[in-house]
């Protein structure tokens, strides 16, 4: 059990930080006895643990028991343990190297964490404050330059490591279910359907640009084939045609889709209302951002999407920043599908400070706007869907590869090669760290004058080999909420085995959990005190259909 001394106004970060690394926790009482202590406050009460974590670039009250010396302080900075690089956002402090032996590093050679032991306890202090980190990461996000690193499950590694290399026994509920690697959602921002209902416009202008004289120039550069060429100017060419009703738009996307990803469930998000820009849009093109279709004009295809085992979604609007708004979109989409619930992501993921509790209130039951337009990553450092800090219920399911910023010339521009490179990163971090990979291909993607769909078509073959869980947004959600509702109980005590009662009140759970036990092994050796020399890692399969009881060793450490 890992108790727990935060800060008062991070109270919720906390229990979230902990619904992401699901283990046995509880903010500290007295009156218990603790295995691990985590503490992030100024003041320390006495605290009788095997490993207690002083967490802050604060002078913290027993920082002068454990003879503890500050030395500066830096407002950013990239952590450094053992080769693994972790940014920091908020404020580090570095600590005299005599103060204690060396865990990790910032800025070089500067201390940023060390440890300590004394009377049967291993004091780990870091510089930095780990729930502060944990909230800038939820609710601000990565730049750019960090997207590719999964920050958050970097944080909970180190947390994890450090623990076990104080021989200490505990149990995790991993994100990812049993039998999966990780989880995948497929999804589609539906913003054009059928060139036709573009005549004469920015948008079929756009297209023949690029179809013809774009084409070229891509040719030339061997962005493409001769092959892609010549199809991408007879697609120009058939354009009239089109029109006439002569010849199939090439600009409805849903057959192809549904012939590729047969079986594997996805999410469209659809346009409920057109030629609706929407407000409060500070952009030069904002007037750009109607859509010349909605969800009334394709009835026809949400019902074949759903009897696909598809899902709809919210493209929304004004929902980002308007209650009413927001109730309004998300009933129109719901009218038309017959869905009980929806989700929502934003058209040109809009949001500020307010969204995520208008989009509660709203009604809708998950977000999934949280990525990039601009390159590919994790924007809140993590793989897992979370509830953002200040709402109840709301989950967000965030994005990670989206097609436009892999292959727009304006954003990364990268050739399929550079692009294969880039996404198989990600799916190596998911492999590690569990958790869902949300993929967004628009609906014009596959079609000249882009042609993306080859790549997708390689990109879904890949994760079918890996194994991976394919889920509607709602079916991961669901999966991830019920994660959210195991709860724990353990035993107050300091000796003998510890049992602890895994519960659980829903409905089965499909896929099931898994119930990692890790039981750290130690030699009794003359080693450097607190190192694992070896150990065991265990797994049950759990679907949540009755309690269960793990029981755990409580190791003594080494003299």
């Known amino acids: ?7 008062p106004d991070q109270i919720a970060t906390v229990e979230e930080f902990f619904q992401l690394f699901k283990t046995p926790w509880e903010f500290f009482r007295e009156n218990r006895s603790y295995k691990v202590v985590i503490a992030t406050s100024v003041d320390i009460p006495d605290v009788s643990a095997q490993l207690l974590i002083i967490s802050g670039p604060e002078v913290k009250t027993l920082d002068s028991r454990y003879g503890i010396t500050a030395s ?4 950013r900075a990239t952590l450094n343990h053992n080769g693994l690089r972790v940014p920091l956002y908020s404020e580090t402090m570095t600590f005299e190297k005599a103060s204690g032996n060396f865990v990790c590093s910032i800025e070089g050679d500067k201390v940023a964490g060390i440890k300590i032991h004394k009377a049967g306890m291993t004091v780990l202090r870091l510089g930095y404050d780990l729930f502060q980190e944990i909230e800038y990461l939820l609710d601000t996000g990565q730049p750019l330059e960090w997207a590719a690193v999964p920050t958050l499950e970097s944080h909970i590694r180190l947390l994890r490591k450090w623990i076990l290399d104080e021989g200490i026994s505990f149990l995790e509920i991993p994100s990812s279910p049993a039998g999966h690697p990780f989880s995948v959602c497929l999804t589609h921002d539906i913003d054009f ?12 202008w756009g ?6 004289l774009g084409s070229l120039n891509r040719l030339v550069k061997g962005r493409i084939s001769i092959n892609q060429f010549l199809l991408s100017w007879r697609t120009a060419l058939s354009l009239p045609l089109v029109y006439l009703g002569w010849a199939k738009d090439f600009w409805l996307p849903f057959e192809w889709y549904i012939d590729a990803e047969k079986g594997l469930g996805s999410t469209y998000f659809l346009i409920p209302f057109k030629n609706c820009p929407g407000e409060n849009i500070d ?16 009835a026809q295809w949400t019902t074949a999407l759903i009897q696909e085992g598809c899902e709809i979604g919210v493209h929304g609007i004004d929902s980002w920043h308007s209650i009413e708004k927001g109730e309004r979109e998300l009933g129109r989409i719901l009218s038309v599908t017959g869905q009980a619930e929806a989700g929502v992501r934003m058209h040109w993921l809009m949001k500020d400070e307010n969204t995520y509790r208008i989009l509660e209130e709203a009604g809708y039951a998950y977000d999934s706007s949280a990525g990039y337009n601009n390159t590919i990553g994790y924007l809140c450092g993590t793989g897992q869907v979370f509830r953002p800090i200040g709402v109840k219920s709301l989950l967000e399911l965030p994005m990670h590869v989206q097609d436009g910023a892999l292959f727009y010339p304006r954003r990364l521009g990268l050739t399929s090669a550079e692009a294969w490179d880039r996404c198989r990163t ?4 998911a492999g590690e760290y569990g958790g869902v990979l949300t993929f967004i291909w628009h609906d014009r993607s596959p079609q000249p004058e882009r042609f993306w769909g080859e790549f997708y078509i390689k990109l879904i073959d890949y994760l079918k080999s890996l194994g991976v869980w394919f889920g509607t947004a709602s079916q991961v959600v669901g999966w991830f909420r ?19 009662t ?12 898994r119930v990692r036990i890790h039981r750290p092994c130690r030699l009794q050796t003359n080693t450097s005190a607190g190192e694992v020399e070896n150990g065991s890692t265990a797994e049950v399969e759990w679907a949540g259909e009755s309690n269960i009881e793990i029981e755990l060793t409580n190791e003594s450490r080494n003299p």
């Open 1 to 7: 059990m890992i108790g727990v001394i935060s800060k």
């Open 72 to 75: 500066s302080v830096y407002p």
């Open 193 to 204: 359907v059928g060139i036709k209902n573009h005549k004469l416009d920015h948008t079929m």
């Open 207 to 212: 297209f023949l640009l690029r179809a013809t």
């Open 283 to 298: 952009t030069k093109h904002a007037k750009k951002r109607a859509a010349a279709y909605d969800i009334m004009d394709i």
């Open 426 to 429: 990600l799916l190596r971090d």
């Open 482 to 500: 019920e994660r959210r509702d195991v709860a724990f109980a353990v035993p107050n005590t300091s000796t003998g085995a510890i049992k602890v």
């Open 502 to 513: 895994i519960s659980y009140k829903g409905e089965k759970i499909i896929p099931p959990l």
